[in-house]
């Protein structure tokens, strides 16, 4: 059971959030703040890509030596990837001013960065604006954060509930170099349940596994990826395997929303891997089938092509799979269809194939007739755009 | 030392071929043999995706019962993968039809397929017109079998070159689906030197390591890559280091005509990792920046966005790379710049780094600064073509 709540990550209480246009990006807004007044505790899991922005670095430094925090800033138009001393530098100025302006302390600050990576990070646009931006906190709903830390998205990804005894919310960002091997993107949810850092952290990790790594754009893995679980604890202490699975709910629906929203997509493709081994095999399957450009650009061609399915299937890494077990099918709101069953093709109806693919959204489903294990990934097509927004945008 | 030769496969002693319209494909060649009268040692080298179509686990079975073989049929149009027993079926039925009509004894055949996945292959155009296909062999140049075999290739690739005291000449096609894990596509490489198949098959999987598996397209493996390498053994006796050398200038040669003729590709982008840890570490970088979308779309877009390269460096697996210590350049007849020097970004010349990366032919020169291993991988970019071919064809 849950109800929707209309204020995204203000509805939490003890949070105050803001966003506006500093000059990081030519126009829209760049920097978003949010600000606990009484502390929160703060877990976060991040990019295991080993080329990792200044920012990821910092805030595992600071989340390893503290458990609460009352800021987290976010920019966007610079990733502060790679820029040596000077992105560092960069870093620790941002965190001098608006620790200065809040009147917070440098252990209770954290920072997260997206944009470009390897162009140098000139923080004059804060040094300048830095107060006017911290005076707008809790003024509005968190639509301007949400706006704040979008790059090539074409939409703001935010959601709140009310659950049974507390609220989780959460703004996500993110529509290419989504491949996360963590958490994704940038993620930022937040609830006032009481939970201390390592509950929120190993909480956050485990329902990561679940969500944000899960999904894939276009198979490459960001410097920057970066998601943060706080809780200012207002509403008490709750059932921990209960406030998994809302947990879940919530980052499972920021991670598909990203999805939706991937560079170029028209398409939101779910690929279930069935009757697998174990789970690893599963989600070896499924990631394999849903990261291949053949399967990606046939679903853009609302081609039931089953035989890249297959071929896909069959270099996954991990556990063999044998061909003669699968069935494949495809299915979505105009019906279903099973092209390829027990390893053999079946006569397929042409029509009603090309009816099915051209839902936005699509099912395929694999069956490998080798045990019990199921999983879900998603994706989504791959489309002239994608070739358009990555050739002409420097990230 | 090598001299071209201009007859390709049929410039080696004791080979014939010959490709003709059957009527697989609706009007282009698409079937062609490779015939030695008087028998050649055969070894093959095949895809290690666990989907394998008919003809490949048909090819590895005949080559483990025998040796020395007289015909290699190929047929483009249909892949013959994943057709369950009717597949099998049309595999013996082009066997016994062709060994009939070559007086050839059924263990001496081997046979490819290249084309549609899963779509039933029906072999009456073979029955039909067998006879008129072998009375072609020994005709022409090996021209009509190089375009027999061909699916969304633009062109034909092949090559023949005397070297000292031996011939060796090849044919090979492969556009998309190219990401050889083993040897690619289909090549078909034949000399006149005196090996036998234990020499031939060590020779073809060493050679394979360097060229045809360092090659990517799309990151898809295919259900058929196979690659032959026959001798006729009419030049006598070798040395089998020297061999293995120009064997390895052929077989280079084959695998970047493949990826110069990369559906939809505009550009031939040389991936070169240098001072890795060792050979594994740095094949594993080069593959990763090789298939990485985002540095594929660059290259495109003709921008020198070294932090993607950067960023698929570091999510590449095995041996971690350090940030810190590694230089990345951009190379080509317009110049050369390192926009990332020793883990700092040097500022760059965008014009210079626009005219460079506007050439047709690229290099990126990762260095890694952890040892003295280097290797290179070939690729090309992703370009609004990749999208349109492959949303249209079925494969």
Chains 1, 2 share one sequence.
Not at 65 to 81: E, H, L, P, Q, T
Request: with cysteine; aromatic share 8%; charged share 20%.
């Amino acid at each position: 059971m849950k109800d929707v709540l209309d204020q995204g990550l203000a509805s939490i209480p003890g949070l105050e959030s803001c966003g506006a246009h500093l000059g990081f990006k030519y126009k829209k807004k760049d920097m978003g703040l949010i600000y606990f007044p009484d502390g929160a505790e703060v877990a976060g899991v991040f990019t295991q890509n080993l080329v990792q922005a200044h920012p990821v670095k910092f805030c595992q430094a600071q989340l390893e030596a503290a458990s609460r925090f009352k800021v987290i800033a976010v920019n966007s138009g610079n990733a502060n990837a790679c820029n040596g001393p000077d992105g560092w530098q960069a870093l620790k100025t941002c965190q001098a001013c608006l620790c200065d302006c809040l009147e917070v302390k440098a252990e209770e600050f954290l920072m997260a960065s997206t944009g470009v990576i390897g162009e140098s990070f000139d923080v004059s646009p804060l040094l300048a604006k830095c107060q006017s931006l911290c005076d707008q906190l809790g003024r509005t709903s968190s639509d301007d954060f949400a706006q704040a830390i979008l790059t090539t998205d074409t939409c703001t990804k935010q959601l709140a509930y009310q659950f049974d005894g507390y609220r989780i919310a959460g703004v996500a960002k993110g529509s290419g170099m989504i491949h996360p091997n963590m958490g994704t993107m940038l993620a930022f949810i937040a609830t006032d349940a009481d939970l201390n850092q390592a509950q929120l952290g190993k909480l956050l990790y485990q329902v990561t596994q679940k969500t944000f790594n899960r999904i894939t754009v276009d198979g490459d893995s960001s410097t920057n990826d970066s998601a943060f679980l706080a809780a200012t604890g207002q509403a008490g202490p709750v059932d921990l395997d209960q406030f998994a699975q809302d947990l879940e709910v919530v980052m499972r629906e920021l991670a598909q929303m990203i999805v939706r929203d991937g560079e170029g997509a028209t398409k939101f493709v779910t690929v279930r891997v069935e009757s697998a081994q174990d789970e690893a095999q599963a989600l070896a399957v499924a990631k394999s089938v849903a990261t291949s450009n053949l399967v990606k650009t046939a679903l853009y061609g609302e081609d039931a092509n089953w035989g890249r399915v297959l071929a896909a299937a069959g270099y996954a890494e991990g556990l063999p799979v044998d061909p003669d077990r699968m069935s494949i099918s495809f299915q979505s709101l105009a019906g279903a269809i099973t092209p390829y069953q027990d390893g053999q093709a079946q006569v397929m109806d042409e029509d009603l194939a090309k009816r099915i693919l051209h839902e936005d959204e699509v099912l395929i489903q694999l069956n490998l007739g080798l045990g019990q294990a199921q999983v879900d990934v998603w994706t989504c097509d791959f489309s002239h755009d994608y070739i358009k927004i990555n050739a002409e945008y420097r990230s």
